[in-house]
């Protein structure tokens, strides 16, 4: 199916928009008709209301024909991941052993997104409860990854990754609590960002209220600063939320700052697949080739996935006590098992690695004090088997910590973003993580986007599937 607004870039599809060139209620109609030729293949949906999605429409095509469009989102689809509730639409995490029951309100970044005149088509797939690195889960099945339908798009924001990489949407929202916004962006040539902790508010407090950040996934640097500057910004519902106005992560995107960066391969415990490091170093030489001075380092830290696994997994656990009792065979047989582990942890146990984890967050927090970003693979592998829990060769770790540096950024809170570099020798995609100092999104843009304007291949490239487009 050959359409014009596949691929299509957020700025590309507000300006088509603002000069109605075509009409918001055009422009759904055909994201629904590909959409329904690319779920059967992709899984992207758990649930899809069309209808309101019309009226939103035909609310934007109102306004854009009164010349009075609310922001460069306006009359554009987009859909929202299924840990984030939307007003009127089941949140099921994933699971079985959620009702269908719609939720009686958005979150924070829903709001927002409404505001802007968003098109919400529905709710995308996430693994169960956000728990593991992949996309599959016990509701919804087996989310694809467009450049290899075999292959998985990564997770746990694994819908959303999945339709914004096959033209779809320019956007969609995920949720990174280990990397689950990085991860699949990387795994499918995506930029990706979760911005400093609670700089998007999260509401109503989610399982792991510490490590939940809500950001998006997109096809451009600009794309993902755009979506960013509408969902961030104070909201007294988290009582974690960053007061004062929100930074301009857009034109952060144009700015290119000089900066001392660190390049860390393995950030002194991972190991990465030798293409992955490979084209990450490659694009190291090219930010050097820029003008930037950057230094490798090779024993950053120690691996924290206990002190992560002892919050998030425990969180969980907690939230679902009474289902891991009852109805355990409604849970995807991997999360529970990890579950059922972080629950026998002792009070002495927990509360040493939250003592830990201070710890470890003012050791990353002098790093900063030499250099303001931090580089590394946002995944140490290409995308693998779609349906396994783990790529082959990391039998030995558990169903987050095989996906090696993303999730020590959920501890410090950092902002950190994955950045597509280029792709393997099957064609899939890898990325680069960058990693910045604390509420310093605009390191991180900077650096994004100063490289992205040098290498603008990832956003010509398409995957090959003759059905996407």
Known sequence: MKSDFAFKTIRELSHGLAFKHFSPVELLEDVIARSEKLEPQLKMFCYVDFDRARADARAAETRMMRGDRSSELDGIPTAIKDLIPVKGMPQRFGSRAVPDTPVSLDAPSVERLRDAGAVILGKSTTSEFGSKAVGDSPLSGTTRNPWNVEMTPGGSSCGAAAMVAAGLVPYALGTDGGGSVRIPAALTGLCGIKAHFARVPVFPAPATPSLAHVGPVARTVEDTATVLSVIAGYDRRDPFTLPGGVPDFVGA???SRKMKIAW????????ADPEVTGLCER????????????????DVMDDPFSLWAAEFYAGVGTKLRKIIAEQPELLDPAVLDVLKQALRQDLHTYYQSVFDRYAFREKVRQLFETYDLLLTPTVPVPAFAAGRNLPPGYEDRDIVSWATFTYPFNLTGQPAASLPVGFNDDGLPVGLQIVGPAHDEAAVLSLAGTYEQANTDHIR?????????
């Open 253 to 255: 995107t144009k700015t």
């Open 264 to 271: 860390s391969p393995t950030l002194g415990y991972g190991r």
């Open 283 to 298: 694009a190291v030489r090219r930010i050097e080739g820029m003008g930037f001075a950057v230094d490798r380092l090779d």
């Open 461 to 469: 490239a398409r995957p090959a599937m003759t059905w996407a487009t």
